[in-house]
T-cell receptor, first 112, second 114 residues
Framework: KNQVEQSPQSLIILEGKNCTLQ??????????LRWYKQDTGRGPVSLTI?????NTKSNGRYTATLDADTKQSSLHITASQLSDSASYIC???????????FGTGTRLKVLA | NAGVTQTPKFRVLKTGQSMTLLCAQD?????MYWYRQDPGMGLRLIHY???????AKGEVPDGYNVSRLKKQNFLLGLESAAPSQTSVYFC?????????????FGDGTRLSIL
């Protein structure tokens, strides 16, 4: 069964600190892995997209890594800001045009 | 550039009532999707469309119908609303098949069925 599991479910950190979110997947046939940020009351917004051959991709203070051998990905947030408070969703795209497997997300709260 | 716009943003229905959720995109995307988001679960695909005039069932299609009469619009209908359909509904779009482009999401419709 195609699955995407994220950990932790929730996380609280102080402003300025770094954090790492985890994503493990069992999806086949794999096409690419995406990280989305979802602010409360809003739709998900894309942060990064990585294909099988990409190990790392950055978007400002967000850096995603992908290990296709172990089927793990991480999202590292550097020097967190209050505006980083959101849910972060890991999504794996299959080699089928419409097929995306969504994780349940990690809810991040950044405190001043 | 509005992207993906969903209307209405909030709605409360009584069991058995019907309604239509509207999704409009201005990016000339071919593919459009309807998802529902429930607590503790990942987004689940209800229906999708690969182009104007086409629709197909997703993972959880029962109780919903869709139409894509115009390329820019994708409508989701609830024929006879049930409490189990209380959820947040998201519309998304992508340029086409096998694309490494991100899905663009609307801001959702929060629907409560009493």
């Amino acid at each position: 069964k195609n699955q995407v599991e994220q950990s932790p479910q929730s996380l609280i950190i102080l402003e300025g600190k770094n954090c790492t979110l985890q994503c493990n997947y069992t999806v086949s046939p794999f096409s690419n892995l995406r990280w989305y940020k979802q602010d409360t009351g809003r739709g998900p917004v894309s942060l990064t997209i990585m294909t099988f051959s990409e190990n790392t991709k950055s978007n400002g203070r967000y850096t995603a890594t992908l290990d296709a051998d172990t089927k793990q990905s991480s999202l590292h947030i550097t020097a967190s800001q209050l505006s980083d408070s959101a849910s972060y969703i890991c999504v794996v795209s299959l080699q089928v045009a419409y097929k995306y497997i969504f994780g349940t997300g990690t809810r991040l709260k950044v405190l001043a | 550039n509005a992207g993906v716009t969903q209307t209405p943003k909030f709605r409360v229905l009584k069991t058995g009532q019907s309604m239509t959720l509207l999704c409009a995109q201005d990016m000339n995307h071919e593919y459009m999707y309807w998802y529902r988001q429930d607590p503790g679960m990942g987004l689940r695909l209800i229906h999708y469309s690969v182009g104007e005039g086409t629709t197909a069932k997703g993972e959880v299609p029962d109780g919903y119908n869709v139409s894509r009469l115009k390329k820019q619009n994708f409508l989701l209908g609830l024929e006879s609303a049930a409490p189990s359909q209380t959820s947040v509904y998201f519309c998304a779009s992508t340029p086409g098949a096998y694309s490494n482009q991100p899905q663009h999401f609307g801001d959702g419709t929060r629907l409560s069925i009493l």
